[in-house]
């Protein structure tokens, strides 16, 4: 499974598990400022999953799977993952 297929099914995962996952737009608000970089924040009860454009597949991956270990692991005990999936998870890249 390549990476690009590990993204998706992280989000869909993220997705099922209650976690809002979203896209970031635009760049820096100033030209001196940094691009936005993926992360996680709480947005009042909710779980916000935010994504780059700017960031590399393996940076959304980490994202997702720091996610889905923080705020969905109970979730995660009782799903079928697939190999390459359960594999990022556990902190052991394929």
Known sequence: MD??????????L????????????????????????SGVCRVRDSIWVLLAPSDSVEEHISVLVSALETHAAG???DRYLP??????IRGRPV
Do not use: D, N, Y
Request: glycine share 10%; proline share 9%.
């Open 75 to 77: 979730f995660l005990e």
């Open 14 to 37: 993220a997705e099922a598990a209650g976690l809002e996952v979203r896209g970031l737009t635009g760049g820096a608000f100033q030209p001196s400022e940094p691009e936005a970089s």
């Open 83 to 88: 190999p390459a999936v359960r594999q990022r």
């Open 3 to 12: 990476p690009v297929e590990i993204e998706r099914h992280l989000i869909e």
